[in-house]
């Protein structure tokens, strides 16, 4: 979600043209949809209940996505540089209680892991940069 909101940081007046776009295509449904539901009533009163529950389904998977913060888009824009840190993050979670124990270990020691190997990485490609710039001098 963090890079959501980087996005949106760096990109405002891209985002801003999406959201009121996103709102015309939403009214737009929303009006197509009143006309559908109104002739569907009319001529196949028998998918009524069945379009009602794909509706509850769908307000229900909203309420559960924003009550786990997966839709919220909310003043967090200084915290954008807090959240790049992976670790920070999964600390985060397990303080929340999101994730147990074994799970955040696993998670941390995977991190912990990755940041070591780029590191090497990191390390190899200045030595052979370094190793590479004394062949050019030598061959000189």
Do not use: C, Q
């Not at 909310?74 to 670790?87: F, I, N, T, Y």
């Not at 990755?114 to 190793?131: F, L, V």
């Amino acid at each position: 979600m963090s890079g959501l909101r980087d996005w949106i940081a760096r990109n405002k007046l891209l985002a801003l043209v999406a959201l009121v776009l996103g709102a015309g295509v939403v009214t737009t449904t929303i009006v197509f949809g009143f006309v559908l539901l109104v002739v569907l009533i009319a001529e196949a009163p028998f998918l009524v209940p069945i379009l009602a529950g794909l509706l509850l389904l769908a307000l229900s998977l909203a309420w559960v996505a924003a009550r786990r913060g997966y839709l919220s888009i909310g003043s967090d824009a200084d915290e954008s540089e807090e959240s790049l840190d992976p670790v920070e993050e999964l600390e985060r979670r397990y303080v929340r209680g999101e994730i147990g124990d074994e799970e955040f270990e696993h998670r941390l020691s995977v991190l912990l892991d990755a940041d070591e190997r780029a590191g090497r990485e990191h390390e190899w490609d200045r030595d052979r940069d370094r190793d590479g710039d004394r062949e050019v001098a030598f061959e000189r």
